[in-house]
């Protein structure tokens, strides 16, 4: 009897978990950039998808007043991408040191702050989508912290 009682635990925990296992999550990479417009403007937030000859494809958005750009990297001719780089910068604040920048990188983590070749203050956050991707979901958060991360670098930038 003790045997037909654990066999018959062991089945009904068996089809538990079976019937519980949630279906696979959507996996979205960066070789579909439609795919990723489409998750930027699920945000809430404008998206324009651009290509041009023989450069890798972009998106261009704002959030709250902030440009920023969705920038397809480590593709192959042009396509089959398998990162994004989130970007943006301030033309306007040219006179931020190099010693505040590096307070931005020594306490914050997800993006790095630089100065670009005209002087302006980037930053810059990696999302690694390459392989069968991540899921969909995965990507909006990393939107919800890239929209953290620019309201915080605004205040750091501007700040007195």
Not at 103 to 115: P, V
Request: hydrophobic share 40%; proline share 4%.
């Amino acid at each position: 009897m003790r045997n037909f009682s654990v066999r018959a635990a062991l089945a009904l925990g068996a089809a538990l978990v079976f019937s519980a296992t949630p279906a696979h999550a959507e996996l979205v990479n960066a070789k579909n950039p439609a795919t990723i417009k489409a998750i930027v403007e699920s945000q809430g937030w404008p998206a324009t998808l651009v290509t041009k000859a023989g450069d890798d494809p972009y998106i261009e958005s704002t959030r709250n007043g902030l440009k920023f750009l969705i920038l397809f990297m480590n593709c192959d001719d042009n396509k089959n991408c398998k990162t994004l780089q989130y970007y943006m910068g301030f033309n306007d604040a040219k006179n931020v040191s190099f010693e505040r920048l590096n307070e931005w990188n020594k306490e914050k983590r997800f993006a790095r702050a630089y100065r670009d070749d005209e002087g302006d203050p980037v930053l810059e956050m990696d999302v690694d989508v390459d392989f069968s991707g991540i899921p969909r979901e995965n990507i909006g958060e990393t939107f919800n912290t890239w929209a953290s991360l620019m309201d915080s670098y605004r205040e750091f930038i501007y700040e007195k």
